[in-house]
């Protein structure tokens, strides 16, 4: 079948790479992709969230699936604008409704589902700009660090934890007062979680579910996780921390109860649940939930499963995710994240990019990074992930770090410490 994906980072990289080792698989389109799934299929220049546009492509393109990477798309409802045109109605589109893309998109609609199904997570109040006064007043009651949480997406720059509570006070006011637009317009106040994070990914259809392998990513941008977060440095898949005990309170306590949940109200969901949790005295609490996979997660999970991509997104389409079973690669996996310099902040793109041919024993998922005139030149802050394989995530780290310095480009920057706190 001829199929399509959205997107155009390390993670779509990754799904276009996983889907073409399927007998499924017959032509892949990535839209708008970039040097890296150039390679695999044909980048078709289309922005994820113009829905009219797409829907021309993938019916002059026979098109029977459309695998979504990023939330966006998401949250403005591609799954609903497919279900419920005519002409599209064969084609299966692997995402939540935007019912469902509401685990992502808004962080009270996420609190109040947790509290309903009893799903462990940071206790929380909710503000809307009318009751700045009454948030302030609370937050006067809280012990420090305060986290602050704008309601909608916010390009990853939402969540706020103030060590003051004058600060947090400050923090609301400036957020319930327009900061990031809408999404602040409501604000959940957080307890802050002291413990270690990672991530699990479970696909789903509204009904059944399997686990995905976990991983742990790395969000600030240096060594020993200081300054500021990014997208995500790097990744470990498993993090040995989290042991079968720890899965098994994962399962009972949380992803059951969230398939229940979701099943329960009704939500149309054909698509991947991403819960990102923090172990707190040896127990798992929610710390927020996403409607997509995980980038860097994705250049670290996909590797290690070692099903048909195309046969569990086809379990999902049929309803018959139950009768799969869930086999994963024994080795660990790592990726580090080549950046643009300067980013997080500003940076310069268009910088060549060289050392890719003696790369053997990783795999290298690009990210930002577009081909011109017969060379690969940097596009993007995030730039290419240099995935390895090892017995242990320190011998595939290893192997990762050797590749890492072999790709040149001007203002390259890396973090060498993946996995120092496992
Ligand atoms: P979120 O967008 O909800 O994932 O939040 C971004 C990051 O903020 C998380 O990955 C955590 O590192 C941190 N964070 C969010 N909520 C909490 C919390 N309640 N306690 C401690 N850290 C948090
Ligand atoms: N790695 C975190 C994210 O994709 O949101």
Aim: glycine content about 12%; some cysteine.
């Amino acid at each position: 079948m001829n199929i399509l994906i959205l997107g155009s980072g390390g993670r779509e990289h990754a799904f276009a790479w996983k889907m073409q080792q399927s007998s499924k698989c017959d032509d892949i389109f990535i839209a708008p992709g970039n040097a890296g799934t150039a390679q695999i299929g044909t980048n078709v220049a289309i922005d994820v969230n113009d829905f009219p546009a797409i829907k021309t492509f993938v019916l002059a393109n026979k098109i029977e699936m459309v695998v979504v990477g990023p939330e966006v798309p998401l949250v403005l409802g591609i799954w609903d604008f497919f279900a419920n045109d005519d002409e599209l109605k064969g084609v299966f589109v692997l995402g939540p409704s935007k019912a469902g893309a509401e685990m992502e998109g808004s962080k009270a609609f996420s609190k109040k589902f947790m509290a309903e199904f009893d799903i462990p997570t940071a206790g929380y109040r909710e503000f809307s700009g009318e009751e700045v006064e009454e948030g302030v007043a609370y937050i006067a009651t809280q012990t420090p660090p305060i986290v602050l949480k704008a309601d909608g997406l916010a390009a990853g720059k939402g969540v706020l934890i103030l060590s003051t509570i004058e600060e947090a006070q400050a923090e609301l006011r400036e957020m319930l007062g327009g900061k990031f637009g809408t999404a602040s317009s409501r604000v959940v106040i957080e307890q802050f979680l002291d413990g270690i994070e990672f991530s699990v990914f479970v696909l789903t259809d509204g009904k059944d579910y399997k686990i995905l392998p976990v991983a742990k990513d790395y969000k600030r941008i240096g060594e020993g996780d200081t300054g500021l977060n990014t997208g995500g440095m790097g990744a470990v898949s498993p993090p040995p921390f989290v042991d079968e005990a720890m899965m098994k309170m994962v399962e009972e306590r949380i992803v059951q109860p969230t398939i229940k949940g979701i099943h329960t109200r009704g939500m149309k969901y054909d698509g991947f649940v991403f819960i990102g949790l923090i172990r707190v005295n040896g127990e798992p609490y929610v710390i927020e939930y996403n409607c997509r996979m995980g980038d860097p997660e994705t250049e670290v999970v996909l590797p290690r499963l070692e099903n048909d991509l195309v046969d569990l997104f086809l379990a999902v389409r049929d309803g018959k995710l139950a009768e799969q079973e869930i086999t994963e690669d024994k080795r660990a996996a790592t990726t580090i994240f080549l950046v643009s310099g300067g980013y997080p902040e500003a940076y310069e793109k268009g910088k060549e990019m060289t050392g890719f041919d003696g790369i053997k024993d990783s795999i290298l998922f690009h990210a930002g990074t577009k081909e011109t005139e017969g060379k690969v030149v940097t596009n993007g802050g995030r730039v290419l992930a240099v995935t390895s394989y090892g017995e242990t995530f320190q011998d595939a780290l290893t192997i990762s770090n050797k590749n890492a310095a072999k790709v040149n480009f001007a203002g390259r920057n890396y973090r060498t410490d993946i996995g120092f706190d496992l």
